[in-house]
């Protein structure tokens, strides 16, 4: 039997029945708290029955509906708390697959970046073999120049010493024919007839003569062959110093009234072109523009534009790329650019466009003539025409 203290309310340890409080486990006489035999023995019997003292089931009546509510709030947090970890997880999923893209993406950053190295690297050999050319160039026409300039003097020279020896010459077969003309004179006098051609005199006169026109047909043919040479380099040297020129046609010239203005308006229009071929072309390599011709008031056409660029190679980009120009802006698609030509590549190119124009005249199928090629290498291309 359990010890029990004094009665809570006599405050009497005498007593046979008895109650605890399961709260404060105080002891109770059942006659203190009004808890009759019948009901005694009910609480006994019923293992779930729980009793408490007055004091202590006026708290409980407070505290019950807290409790209540509180497993209340405890489920509701449950809940949330489910629901949160279900959230957790589609985010966690979310993030595990934004963290596989983000890898996919940094691998594909990395692959690109890796490509681009391997294209500097390759523009970095192309520019630095592109420069290599240059500066080869550079000193091959620095060296053709001066053999030009050599190979001038030389032909000066030579030509200079054969008209001086060929003057002599001249002037020795003169002298040589009038003393042998005296001779013979003296020699043969009684043996001359004015009447006869067939005297020795007259036949060694026609045979020195002919010596003389054959000698002076020669000295002719070298005069010219000579002349020839010099000509040809000249034309040499012409085609040289306009190797890196290209002429612009049709561009229309500024009203400015100094010629500082309007050259700055040319060059401007022509680096907008030659920069919106996208060829790879810097401010350097337009080295200088100039119009071509006397500048007339209120001239019909405008007058050509002559570019030196700073290499052949440039040049030579330009050229590749003149089909672009008519997916330029309005403004550039009239003009014309064609090289920078010698006069003889001129007349040449003349010749060879009349004779074009002629056989487009000639031509009634589907076929058009047209003159391509470059300077010295020119000529007369067959396309079907275009419908």
């Given amino acids: 039997m359990e010890t029990r203290e004094k009665c809570k309310i006599c405050n009497k340890s005498a007593g046979s029945d008895w109650l605890s409080c399961e709260i404060c486990d105080g002891w109770f006489h059942t006659s203190c708290v009004k808890v009759n035999e019948a ?15 007055q004091p202590c089931n006026s708290k409980m009546g407070k505290v019950i509906p807290n409790i209540v509510k509180v497993s209340e709030r405890v489920t509701e947090m449950d809940g949330r708390v489910e629901k949160l970890e279900k959230e957790l997880k589609i985010h966690y999923g979310r993030q595990t697959k934004l963290e596989a893209k983000q890898e996919i993406h940094d691998q594909e950053i990395k692959a690109v970046q890796a490509k681009c190295d391997v294209v500097k690297k390759e523009m970095d050999k192309v520019i630095e073999k592109t420069c290599n050319e240059v500066q080869t160039m550079k000193s091959h026409n620095a060296k053709l120049a001066e053999d030009f300039n050599k190979m001038k003097i030389e032909i000066d020279k030579q030509f200079g010493t054969i008209s001086e020896e060929l003057t002599d010459v001249r002037s020795k077969m003169a002298d040589t024919k009038s003393d042998m003309f005296k001779f013979v004179d003296e020699k043969f006098s009684g043996d001359h007839d004015d009447g006869n051609d067939n005297t020795w005199v007259k036949v060694a006169e026609k045979h020195v003569d002919a010596k003389l026109g054959q000698v002076a047909t020669e000295v002719q043919t070298m005069q010219k062959a000579l002349q020839d040479t010099r000509d040809a380099a000249r034309e040499e040297q012409d085609k040289e110093a306009r190797r890196n020129n290209i002429i612009m046609y049709r561009v229309p010239e500024s009203d400015a009234p100094l ?54 190679n440039v040049k030579n980009l330009v050229m590749e790329n003149l089909y672009k120009l008519k997916s330029l802006p309005e403004r550039f698609k009239s003009v014309v650019i064609a090289h920078d030509m010698t006069k003889r590549e001129r007349d040449e190119c003349k010749t060879l466009v009349e004779s074009a124009k002629l056989k487009n005249a000639n031509e009634a199928g589907e076929w058009v003539y047209r003159v391509r090629g470059p300077p010295g290498r020119m000529k007369i291309v067959q396309f079907r025409k275009t419908q």
């Fill in 39 to 53: 009901a005694y023995k009910v609480l006994k019997e019923l293992e779930n029955c729980h009793w408490f003292c």
């Fill in 259 to 312: 010629a500082a203005e309007r050259n700055h308006a040319d060059k401007r229009f022509c680096e907008q072109l030659l920069f919106s071929l996208n060829v790879g072309i810097a401010d350097e390599d337009v080295r200088k523009v100039v119009r071509l011709g006397r500048r007339g008031i209120g001239a019909a056409s405008s007058r050509p534009i002559l570019i030196q660029l700073g290499s052949h």
